[in-house]
């Protein structure tokens, strides 16, 4: 059954190609691929408290070991940039060479990267293979709370929630707007409404662990 998720939050944003998403500290920073820079935003206020260049950047946004990653350039690697300065401290090789890592985030156990197809739990020391969940189409952002993955598909316009554990799709989520980057802030699903340049906050009942 698809649930349909009204937001409860909208946060309109200054930008040309909302390409990803993520929360760290207290603030929601999104990518923007036209303008090659990372935004930090105070979900609160919609002040804008950060800009970070990142030339070349492609796509995604992820947070991880308290830093940012994202991807860029032709060769489509991870790099790895400091949220204060914006300096990079590391850089990978894509694991899949020629193909568009389209969404990623961290976990507890690593890197979550997104391709077409399938979400891949990768090694934070040397992107090693770790699992993969075998999903329909493009995940175009990936979210990880303590119990669930998290993917959107701009195209379909839906996010939906997956058990890693059982590695299948539990929840599918019709949303307004075309979905890219996701986020979760503890409490609250936030999405790239990219065909709108805002973003969007929604409450799905189940996704916080009681007790």
Known sequence: MLYAAGSVR????????????????QFLWFADALREQVVAVDPY?????????CPGLRVGLATYGGHLVYVAGPDLRLHVVDPGTGAQVDRFDNPRP???CTGLEGGRSGLWLGYPGRLELRSPADLALVTTVELPGVPTGVAVTDRYLICSNRWDESITIVDPVLEQAVLP??????????????TRIWYCDSAHSRLRAIDVPGLVRSG
Not at 45 to 53: C, F, H, I, W, Y
Not at 173 to 186: F, K, Q, S, Y
């Open 10 to 25: 909208d946060v309109s944003v200054d930008a040309e190609d909302l390409c990803g998403l993520t929360w760290l500290g």
């Open 45 to 53: 206020s919609a002040a804008t408290v950060q800009t970070l260049a």
């Open 98 to 100: 020629g193909q568009v």
């Open 173 to 186: 989520i019709n949303v307004h707007g075309a979905p890219t980057g996701l986020a979760w802030d503890g």
